[in-house]
């Protein structure tokens, strides 16, 4: 299982971007950074990605 490289630095958008390509990482996404993050995959044509942390910012209930 993937696990997270212990370098990633959580209040870097882009350190936090590069771990999500990799599949790792989603425990750094906040609401601080995760709009940042959605233009990103959006800009760089990752659908899925963007699509899933859309869902991750939608509210629950």
Not at 23 to 47: C, K, M, S, W, Y
Request: charged share 20%; hydrophobic share 40%.
């Amino acid at each position: 299982m993937p696990t997270t490289p212990p370098d990633t630095d959580g209040s870097n958008v882009d350190s936090v971007y590069q771990a999500l390509l990799q599949g790792v990482g989603h425990e750094f996404v906040t609401e601080a950074n995760v709009q940042a993050l959605i233009q990103r995959a959006e800009a760089d044509r990752h659908p899925v990605l963007a699509a899933e942390l859309r869902e991750w910012q939608a509210p629950c209930g």
